[in-house]
């Protein structure tokens, strides 16, 4: 399966040079023969007028003393049309896979509104919220969804960053990144990251985790 994500991952990463601002990153830990993580993201955006299209890929997987923690990959598009400076509309959609969770398949799609809360040299924070539908082998539910974004600069190399989502709809579902970011050149960065997900139906209902990464930006 390992070998499924990385293959999948670098195909869409070859897919999206082309957009205007495109992020890799690979990385991951390795404790011993039997615990490793290994993680990556891929971050594509692209503006024309008042649309911006943004497309996401992140996978994880972990192993601790060779037990399967974590083995899953989100696909996310999303558009947005800006209605004025600060405030835009938008619809979305992604695809879940999760091989540790109750529900290995879902895909959600939603439309909502988002705020750039501020938008400074150094920070820019931004909310959304948004109502959609939710699909598994269980049926289709309605959701509510809540993300916060912040990307602080801290020094001219130095950035910090937090993706916070929330969805609730028959439960509660949370994905948290915090990322502290140093920039080696302009196109090239390493990241320490810490990642929670609170996931009633996956293996491990809390997970935390801490990795490292290598990041090119485009």
């Known amino acids: 399966m390992k070998k499924l994500l990385l293959s999948v991952f670098l195909t869409l990463a070859g897919a999206s040079v082309a957009h205007a601002d495109t992020s890799v990153n690979l990385g991951g830990t390795f404790l ?9 993201s891929l971050e594509s ?25 974590e083995n899953r990959i989100f696909v996310t598009g999303k558009a947005n049309y800006a209605l004025t400076q600060r405030n835009y509309a938008f619809v979305m959609g992604r695809y879940e896979y999760d091989e540790m969770s109750q529900f290995s398949n879902r895909a959600l799609t939603g439309v909502g509104w988002g705020y750039k ?35 602080q600069k801290l020094t001219t190399s130095t950035r910090f960053v937090n993706k916070f989502l929330v969805e609730s709809g028959k439960d509660i579902f ?17 990241s ?27």
């Open 45 to 69: 955006s692209r503006e024309a007028g008042r649309f911006q299209d943004i497309f996401e890929v992140d996978f994880l997987n972990q192993k601790e003393s060779g037990v399967q923690k």
């Open 117 to 151: 809360l501020l938008r400074t040299s150094t920070t820019k924070l931004s909310n959304e919220v948004s109502v959609g539908s939710l699909t598994n082998s269980d049926g289709t539910s309605a959701v509510i969804r809540n993300s916060i974004w912040l990307d």
């Open 174 to 190: 949370i994905l948290n990144k915090t990322s502290l970011v140093y920039d080696l050149t302009p196109t090239l960065n390493l």
């Open 32 to 40: 011993n023969g039997t615990s490793s993580t290994v993680n990556g």
């Open 192 to 218: 320490l990251n810490h990642i929670f997900k609170h996931d009633k139906y996956a293996a491990v209902e809390n997970n935390n985790l801490t990795t490292f990464a290598v990041g090119i930006n485009s």
